[in-house]
């Protein structure tokens, strides 16, 4: 199966990218309107984890390992809440390659302003194309 995917095999162990975001009051307020979760109105003062999660599901299907990526499962420990307004970093990096079954192991993190560790985790994906 893998022998057809070349861009699969240019991964290495290590490989990492990661994404920079704040979501600002107006940002935090639209995406409960569209999700239908609480008050679309409002001072919002910690950014809700399925944004944060949402980080990580960008740069996994855009950036690494990119297009044809699909998402088997993840895992996201919170280890404390993100404030509204606040640069937020998503890193994925590449742990474990499984060529047999272009599979990939990825460790996931994202982290406030001063380093402050938000959420902490790994994801596996199958690589498809």
């Not at 993840?74 to 606040?86: D, P, S, V």
């Not at 937020?88 to 001063?114: P, Y």
């Amino acid at each position: 199966m893998s022998e057809k995917l070349p861009r699969f095999h240019a991964l290495t162990v290590g490989d990492s990218v990661s994404v920079g975001r704040s979501f600002d009051q107006p940002a935090l307020a639209e995406w409960c309107r569209l999700a239908k979760v609480g008050e679309a109105e409002g001072d919002w003062r910690e950014v809700p984890e399925p944004l944060i999660a949402a980080l990580f599901s960008y740069l996994l299907g855009e950036e690494l390992p990119g297009h044809g990526t699909n998402y088997l499962k993840q895992h996201m420990q919170f280890h404390t809440l993100a404030r509204a307004g606040e640069s937020l970093t998503a890193t994925v990096t590449v742990t474990r390659l499984r060529a047999d079954k272009a599979l990939v192991n990825l460790e996931t993190r994202c982290t406030g302003e001063g380093g402050r560790l938000i959420c902490s985790g790994d994801a596996l994906v199958l690589f498809q194309c």
